[in-house]
């Protein structure tokens, strides 16, 4: 690299001190009012230029520029003649920036081109722990699952083989436990969907068709590998001395993964545990009302209903207080209405329905599961209305239910 200040802002910025490579990017631009790369840098210089722009734009939440920054940082180390190993790393860069666009396809052929060139050098295991890391870690932001966990585990093989130390396998552990519990999660909704309809049928006509057992190891299985990894994050995490604060979402995870392997007692340790854990590391109160919320859905699971409603007024206090945005509160009230309903408190479970429908319908919050959201809470506040015998209002949430 010929550029000595440019030399200076990729060590500053990977050395933590991201201000400083802006500083300098500032420093250099022909243009006062704005950052522009200078005309009188070689290929290569250039190449570092939009690598730190890109890495300031993608830190800044900047995705799509990042992604030109790094598209153009590729064309210039090309015509650089920059070697493979380096032109590797870029493409792992890129893919990166992609993934956190929405741009999942191009990720995956970015991040495929980086693992072929790993190859091609013969780059040691060490090397590529990194790549197929952040590999999963974008299959994973792009809700692809299955396959962010075989590059979790491929992660760790490599990891192993390097002898990498104990943070980074608490890292690896945990992203694969995240990746695990959504699929476990899903399925077993599935099998639970398919008992039903099983349990109907047989009702109806004498007949029913049992789950495919294939089905259901597979999530044994998950439910199996997803414990192992929380646990594994959490023995790692501690070796390596990591903060309190960092281990708490893993704590957070293995709780989880407990709820849905139908766990309810170790689940409920694992979440007491983890409140505990927040409140020693002085978390934001949010977090702690998050678990809060866990540790009621654990307790009805385990039909501790009681309990499960101190744990979710807890959790509703908490959020008010922390300002939560309305759909998070609304589904603290919503599990708090399911544990007053089920231990027979009539007037407070009616409250905490109607309070879950009122937070949903004013959230401002417009994903993917809003209308899911919406239709579940007017169905159980037209199911319990319905119960208790006003059966006008009722009819109104259940039409409401159905869209």
Known sequence: MANEKLEAAINDYYQGNAKAAEVVLRQMSPNPDRVEMP????????????????????????????????????EREQAGGGDKNGLANSYCRLGEAQAAAGQLQNAVISFNKAVDLKEEVQAPPAARVNLFFRYGEALLLGDKHEDAAEWFRKALALAEAANSDDEVKAHLWFH???????????????????????????????????????????????????????????????KAGMPLAKRVQMQRGLAEMLYVAGKPMPSVMARRKAIKMAEDAHEDPLVVSHLQHGLGESLSQLNQHEEAIKAFQASVKGKEKGKADAHILAKSWFGLGEACAVAGRKKEAEEAFRKA?????????????????LSKYHHALGTFLDSIGKKEEARKYLEKAEG
């Open 176 to 238: 694969l436990g995240r990746a695990l519990k959504p699929l476990a999660a899903q399925l077993d909704g599935s099998l639970k969907f398919q008992e039903a309809v099983a349990g109907v049928q047989q009702a109806q006509t004498g007949k029913s068709q049992t789950a495919d057992p294939a089905l259901k190891k597979r999530l044994a299985d998950w439910n199996a590998e997803g414990e192992k990894a929380f646990n594994n994050a959490l023995k790692f995490a501690e």
């Open 357 to 373: 429908v009122e937070f949903e319908e004013k959230s401002e919050v417009k994903d993917d599961g809003k209308a899911d959201r």
């Open 39 to 74: 005309g009188n840098l070689s290929p290569l210089d250039e190449a570092v230029w939009h690598e730190i722009a890109g890495n300031l734009a993608l830190d800044g939440g900047d995705a799509t520029s990042a992604v030109r920054h790094f598209e153009k940082m590729i």
